[in-house]
Structures are given as structure tokens and as C-alpha cells.
């Protein structure tokens, strides 16, 4: 019996070595993002205080409820780890109690359209971070999809506007946290605090329900989304996946994704145009939604959160009232 179960609990060499090999992974993307976001707060003149708080309290979130239940100081080295919570105590604070709005990426994204504005030279600054931050390749061949790899990169990212003013453009990431349990809590978080209303409405109806409602943007919508193609460092143009076409009847879905409702990047991107864009709020077309419905689908992924949250070893420990407050 001993013996039966010692055998059912030893992993196989290749499981042990790719779960190390994720965990260092996690905390290197973490460790080289961090660095990176101090380095640009001290060139702005602290005038990116927000994001970096936001970026720390996402990476130890992420943290957190990974596998290996990584804390900020398995993430940062003791030292620098005591300097970071000097300037930053907030997010030290808050990682276990609080959810994130958005992936460590996203607000990557922020940053870099902040310093470097217009699409094409974000998408160019981009690829040279990436190269230099050396964050892992997420596949182990590019051909094996079912090996992925942690990275904290979003391999798509998604730019919008309205061609009527194509001076604002509106950036999104896809969900960079690569196991199932982290982009369900991303995606219901966003739901209920992040995204515009119409936005979480569309997801919600296609994850809770069999059938769906879909969004129609007034045709003024330009929306393009972007792969890394990491042999020559580029991004390169990508077609919408078969859920962004049910959700937002973008054309041409033609790529089959297995991913949930709502981790693709232009999810984020078109949630930014409604929350800013008021002539694109006016002229959207969303088949039967009503008060009463959007409060029912949030109650229930409201609790799909509660249950997951309260699934995860490193949160267990709190009861329903404390889990982390959305
Ligand atoms: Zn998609």
C-alpha cells in the first residue's frame, strides 16, 4: 500500500523538470519586468508611480497563485525585495487581498504607448524590450501547441480605433498568464471590474449561456491584431480567432482557438475604445441586453470567482468574506 502510493505520487523526470522549469521561468519574466518598470519610473521622474504599483501587485498576484505558491521575495532578491516595498509598500500589501485589473503586460502596454504613442513605433519599441528582457519562447517546438511554457509576454496584442479619429488608438493584450485557472480569474476579474459594461456583457453571455450576444461596432471600427513572430523579431498581422467573431462579429474568423471567451488582446483593446470613444458607445448593437440580465451573469461569475479563488492553496486558508475583494 505504502509502496502503491509513493509510486502514485512520484511525478515523471520530464513533469519534475518542466514544473522547475515554469516556476523559474515565472520568476525571471517577474524579476526582468520589474527591473525594467524601475528603471523607466526613475527616467519619468516617479510619474509612473500607478503603474509600477500595478505592475507589482499583478506580477505577486500571479505569484501567488501559481503552482508553487511564489511569494514576492521568491520573485525579488531580499535586498532589492526591502527597497521595492520602501518605495512601493502598497502592492507587498495588497497581493493577497486584492485582485488585479489587468495582466503585468497590459499595463506594459500602457507604459509603452505613453512613452513611444503611436502604434508603430510601439509595436518596433516592443520587439527590441523583448529581445532584451530574453523572456523564455512559450512553445517547446513551434509546432507542439500543447507545450506551453510560462511567460508573463502576451504573444497577441491588438491595436483599435475609430477611422473617424484615428489619432487615438487603443491597445490590448492577450491574457500572458498561461495556465487555465489564472486566465479564468483574469477573465472573470476583468468582468466585473476592468472591462466596459457591453464589453463583459458579450463574454459573460458566451461563457454562462448556450447561446451568446454577439456585439456589432458601427462600421467606423478598424481593429488589427498582432503576433510576435519570434524568428525575425517582428509583429506580424493575425486574422481574428472564431471567438472574437462570435463576440464583437469581427470578419474572418477563420483560426480555431481553444482558449476561453475573453483572452484574446482584443477583448482589452475594444473595451478601451467604448470606455473612451462616446460616438462608438452610442452606435453598438447588442441584442438583449438588459439591467437585469448583466446583473445576473455577474452574480454568477461572481461566484464561478469566489469558487475558484477559494480552490487555491495559497488563498484556502481565508474564508469566503476574505477572499481577495473584487
Ligand atoms: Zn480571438
Known amino acids: 500500500m505504502m509502496t502503491a502510493n509513493r509510486v502514485r505520487r512520484k511525478m515523471p523526470p520530464g513533469m519534475v523538470n518542466t514544473r522547475e522549469f515554469n516556476k523559474?521561468?515565472?520568476?525571471?519574466c517577474g524579476l526582468q519586468l520589474i527591473f525594467h518598470v524601475m528603471k523607466e519610473f526613475k527616467k519619468e521622474q516617479n510619474k509612473l508611480r500607478t503603474h509600477v504599483n500595478e505592475i507589482l501587485h499583478s506580477i505577486f498576484f500571479l505569484g501567488i497563485i501559481h503552482k508553487d505558491s511564489l511569494t514576492p521575495e521568491d520573485i525579488i532578491p531580499e535586498k532589492i525585495a526591502e527597497i521595492t516595498r520602501q518605495e512601493f509598500p502598497e502592492p507587498f500589501k495588497k497581493y493577497?487581498?486584492?485582485l488585479p485589473k489587468r495582466t503585468p503586460f497590459s499595463i506594459l502596454l500602457d507604459i509603452m504607448q505613453l512613452t513611444y504613442g503611436t502604434k508603430d513605433k510601439v509595436l518596433k519599441e516592443l520587439c527590441i524590450l523583448m529581445?532584451?528582457?530574453?523572456?523564455?519562447?512559450?512553445?517547446?517546438k513551434p509546432a507542439n501547441k500543447n507545450q506551453r511554457y510560462y511567460t508573463l509576454e502576451s504573444t497577441v496584442i491588438c491595436v483599435c480605433s475609430n477611422s473617424q479619429r484615428t489619432s487615438d488608438e487603443y491597445f490590448g493584450a492577450s491574457l500572458g498568464c498561461r495556465t487555465r485557472g489564472a486566465k479564468s480569474i483574469m477573465i472573470y476579474s476583468s468582468c466585473i471590474n476592468t472591462w466596459h459594461e457591453h464589453v463583459s456583457y458579450a463574454v459573460m453571455s458566451f461563457e454562462h449561456q448556450p447561446e451568446g450576444d454577439s456585439l456589432q461596432f458601427h462600421e467606423s471600427?478598424?481593429?488589427?491584431?498582432?503576433?510576435?513572430?519570434?524568428?525575425?523579431n517582428t509583429y506580424k498581422e493575425r486574422q481574428p480567432c472564431m471567438n472574437c467573431k462570435r463576440l464583437f462579429s469581427l470578419s474572418a474568423g477563420?483560426?480555431?482557438?481553444?482558449y476561453p471567451y475573453g483572452n484574446c488582446a482584443e477583448t482589452e483593446c475594444l473595451s478601451k475604445l467604448l470606455l473612451n470613444d462616446q460616438f462608438m458607445r452610442e452606435n453598438i448593437k447588442i441584442s438583449h441586453f438588459t439591467p437585469d440580465k448583466i446583473k445576473m451573469l455577474k452574480d454568477c461569475t461572481r461566484e464561478r470567482l469566489r469558487k475558484l479563488l477559494a480552490s487555491i492553496p495559497s488563498l484556502s486558508n481565508m474564508n469566503n468574506d476574505d477572499l481577495p475583494c473584487f
Open 24 to 28: 523559474e521561468n515565472f520568476k525571471s
Open 96 to 98: 493577497k487581498s486584492h
Open 131 to 140: 529581445e532584451k528582457l530574453k523572456f523564455p519562447y512559450p512553445l517547446d
Open 221 to 232: 471600427l478598424r481593429c488589427q491584431a498582432y503576433f510576435r513572430d519570434w524568428k525575425d
Open 254 to 258: 477563420t483560426e480555431q482557438e481553444h
